[in-house]
């Protein structure tokens, strides 16, 4: 089984890159942010409560993300490996996932960091924001949150895999496709 953690602040290019991975290896994506977001659609009392934190560029209670990532993994049992995008974003989210992980004896390989500079991910994210209707991309503000919540909360979950020699890093500006060679580049590797 191959388990990767794509990670890297918001913009980065991990919902893009996870796109193209998973058709390439045959993988199972797992975003959080499209889980939450079709919990927002569906309007469900999850959806309610995670809508709140979202538009504000804040994080959504531990407890809500593990709870669907543990059920996520309950459902797909055959799968060849999973590519987590946007999770774990906090110690205690990747906590949980290694303890849900080890139940199937199938440890996180490599939590892959895609590196790409502040001004970058504001221009990407307010382009997006022209068309994605997302409310968190509209406004330079909530960006700037939730670059600042990544720098603060999430970005200790890098060395938490360090410590387990399983942190790799990517550059993330250029093309797509030239993003895409070097992430395959380093998931070759471990394959
Ligand atoms: P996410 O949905 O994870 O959103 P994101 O970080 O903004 O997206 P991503 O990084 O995948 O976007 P991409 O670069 O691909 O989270 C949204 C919110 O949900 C969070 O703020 C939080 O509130 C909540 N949430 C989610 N997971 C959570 C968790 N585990 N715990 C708590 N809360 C959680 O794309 C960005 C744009 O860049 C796109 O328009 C794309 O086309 C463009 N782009 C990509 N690569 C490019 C390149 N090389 N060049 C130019 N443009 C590029």
């Known amino acids: 089984m191959l388990n990767l953690i794509l990670f ?7 919902g893009t890159q996870a796109a193209k991975l998973v058709e390439k290896y045959q993988l199972i994506h797992i975003s959080t942010g499209d889980l939450l977001r079709s919990e927002i659609t ?7 409560e ?14 809500v993300v593990i709870g669907m990532i543990s059920s996520k993994l309950d459902d797909n049992p055959t799968a060849a490996g999973f590519i987590f995008d946007g999770f774990p974003r906090t110690i205690a989210q ?3 996932l290694d303890n849900l992980l080890e ?7 490599a939590l892959i960091e895609i590196k790409v500079g502040e001004e970058e991910l504001k221009k990407r994210l307010l382009e997006r924001g022209k ?3 997302r409310p968190d991309d509209q406004n330079l503000e909530v960006i700037t949150n939730r670059i600042q919540v990544y720098r603060r909360e999430t970005s200790p979950v890098a060395n938490f895999y360090s410590s387990q020699d399983k942190h790799i890093e990517v550059y993330g500006e250029g093309t797509i496709d030239d993003i895409f060679n070097s992430l395959c580049a380093v998931i070759d590797k471990l394959a």
């Open 50 to 63: 995670a809508k709140s934190f979202m538009d504000k560029g804040h994080l959504v209670p531990d407890e």
């Open 131 to 133: 068309t994605s209707g």
């Open 94 to 96: 990747a906590e949980a």
């Open 8 to 14: 890297g602040p918001p913009g980065s290019g991990k």
């Open 42 to 48: 569906n309007e469900t009392a999850l959806g309610l």
């Open 103 to 109: 139940f199937k004896e199938a440890p996180i390989r």
